[in-house]
């Protein structure tokens, strides 16, 4: 059983584009978050929802968009994605401080 | 500067050698300490959790925490070629939430 899905794993598009990145956890957490980890490995917060409702807005650019349906799903859009969007995005949920994380979306902004 | 430090490695060890791997910080509001692991191509997983000061011990794996040095450390005894991974420390301050600064992550390879 997967305990924190995304989708898609790899995501090829080129500069200008929209595009979404969707998770679903079935741990009934009810925090989800959205890291980026860049090409050197660092892992860094973007956002964070509690049972809907956004808790953590880090200095991210306004293009990257979170919403949150229901407390199990987290999706992130981003609009006119730029070359320096390329990285890995992990979605995470966790319940009692311990957070557990998907696989990864690596996307590449051609 | 990070609020978080890690020697970026990698770190080259032979199998069964005790490996020490290791993070500084600056803010002396952390109170929570995480190690994770991560495989290539991998998500981070939670390998230990740690409160304040002190030592915590998970089979092979040792975590230390010295507030007063702002300094924690993961060892791992006997170690294997399995452990071959990125070592990722992370932090939570007092009233922080659930929001964790990580470190920038330590590759270590285990060499039969």
């Known amino acids: 059983d997967t305990a924190v899905s995304q989708t898609p794993k790899y995501l090829v598009t080129q500069m200008g584009n929209d595009k979404s990145i969707k998770c679903e956890q079935n741990?009934?957490?009810?925090?989800m978050y959205w890291y980026k980890q860049d090409s050197k490995k660092f892992l860094k917060i973007m956002f964070s929802?509690?049972?809907?409702?956004?808790?953590i807005n880090e200095t991210v650019p306004n293009r990257f968009s979170p919403k949150s349906p229901d407390k199990a799903h987290l999706n992130l859009h981003i609009n006119s994605l730029e070359l320096g969007d390329s990285a890995v995005y992990f979605c995470?949920?966790?319940?009692?401080?311990?957070?557990?994380f998907g696989p990864g979306t690596r996307l590449t902004v051609t | 500067q990070k609020e978080v430090e890690q020697d970026p490695g990698p770190l080259s060890v032979p199998e069964g050698a005790i490996v020490s791997l290791n993070c500084t910080y600056s803010?002396?509001?952390?109170?929570?300490f995480m190690w994770y692991r991560q495989y290539s191509r991998k998500g981070p997983e939670l390998l230990m959790y740690?409160?304040?000061?002190g030592n915590k011990e998970d089979g092979r794996f040792t975590a230390q925490v010295d507030k007063s040095s702002k300094y924690i450390s993961l060892f791992i005894r006997d170690s294997q070629p399995s452990d071959s991974a990125t070592y990722l420390c992370?932090?939570?301050?007092?009233?922080?939430?659930?929001?964790?600064?990580f470190g920038t992550g330590t590759q270590l390879k285990v060499e039969l």
């Open positions: 929802y509690n049972n809907k409702e956004l808790i």
């Open positions: 740690t409160y304040s000061s």
């Open positions: 803010n002396s509001a952390f109170q929570y």
């Open positions: 741990l009934g957490h009810d925090t």
């Open positions: 995470a949920s966790s319940q009692d401080g311990e957070q557990y």
């Open positions: 992370a932090m939570i301050p007092t009233g922080g939430g659930n929001k964790l600064t």
